[in-house]
């Protein structure tokens, strides 16, 4: 039987697709520390904030009860995008016996583009998070989110450096987060996130056993950490993950602090990725496409604190 296009067609998939999957899995994959990810069957996908009920008040004896009602607040909706790219093999690239010398290495190349894309778009939800509105039409980091009941309440962190204070301050602030109904929502800090120029704070702050800085003045003092304060947040163990570097973070001195409140951000996967190899008539190319479909967003802002730096 004489070797035909479908047929060579066929016999490389499966090595483009090798080739494709290891490359894609080499990528930093950043994203997941800061998202949840769920599947979607849409072409978008809408969360609806409810309020809960405001603190229930004594009941005399003999009088009727109180009727409270929960609401709905913002809508956070998820439009799924398409991401796509593709590259061609040409028919005499086949016939010279060149697939393994550059059809391979532009099947690295599409796969690294896919991740980065990936990638970028996740972090550029942090990275635009001061001025990109969200569902309650206030930015992600806002001092300025408005509820049902408790007046406008902020996520936005002072605009510092992170050190050990600024991380205290930050822990404190998530501590007191409430509610549209101006109950305590009972938040803690899971993990701080930021961009590599900050790797080495990150992990002093959150590693070193003595305060990073404490003054000499107020005792002992061992390779310029003061031995008679503790590193608080060490200590108790208030950043449970520890840190993540995000390589994709664009501000340099920004820093984010993730909390344990479910439904903050999250990703949608409409389409996981897809590989596909058809050949062309016209020109007897073979030619490679790459696709996915996802989106990025926020539900609810109580999910990230962040600081600009």
């Known amino acids: 039987m004489a070797i035909n296009r479908a047929s060579i067609s066929k016999e490389l998939l499966p090595g483009l697709n090798a080739v494709f999957g290891m490359e894609y899995g080499e990528v930093n994959n950043e994203l997941e520390p ?29 009088a ?20 796509a790219l593709a590259f061609a ?34 972090a550029n939800i942090f990275n635009n998070g001061f001025s990109d509105t969200i569902g309650d039409n206030a930015a992600f980091f806002s001092a300025s989110h408005p509820t049902i009941s408790d007046g406008l309440q902020s996520n936005l962190l002072a605009a510092s450096d992170l050190a050990e204070s600024t991380l205290e301050t930050a822990l404190t602030s998530i501590q007191k987060i409430k509610d549209d109904r101006g109950i ?3 938040a803690s800090a899971v993990s701080l ?29 061992s390779g310029g950490f003061n031995t008679n304060a503790i590193n608080a947040v060490r200590h108790m163990g208030m950043v449970p993950e520890g840190y993540h570097i995000n390589r994709r973070l664009t501000d340099t001195d920004a820093w984010f602090v993730k909390t344990d409140v479910p439904n903050g951000t999250k990703m949608f996967v409409r389409s996981p990725l897809q590989t596909k190899m058809e050949p062309d008539f016209d020109t007897g190319n073979l030619r490679f496409k790459a696709r ?14 962040g600081s600009a730096g």
Do not use: C
Request: aromatic share 12%.
């Open 89 to 122: 093999v040409t028919e005499e690239a086949m016939e010279d016996n060149l697939y393994d010398t550059f059809a391979k290495l532009r099947a690295k190349g599409l796969a690294r583009a896919m991740a980065n894309t990936k990638q970028v778009k996740a």
């Open 193 to 221: 996130h930021i961009p590599v120029d900050y790797w080495a704070v990150a992990d002093r702050v959150l590693s070193s056993p003595g305060n990073t800085q404490a003054s000499a003045a107020s005792g002992a003092t």
């Open 184 to 186: 305590l929502v009972g």
């Open 64 to 83: 009727s009860v109180s009727y409270d009602d929960a609401q709905e607040s913002y809508t956070a909706r998820y439009t799924a995008e398409t991401v």
């Open 34 to 62: 800061l998202y949840e990810i769920e599947n979607s069957d849409r072409a978008f996908e809408e969360e609806v904030l409810f309020t809960g009920f405001g603190t229930a008040p004594t009941k005399g004896e003999g």
């Open 292 to 305: 996915e479909r996802y989106s990025f967003g926020v539900s609810d802002w109580r999910g990230f604190f």
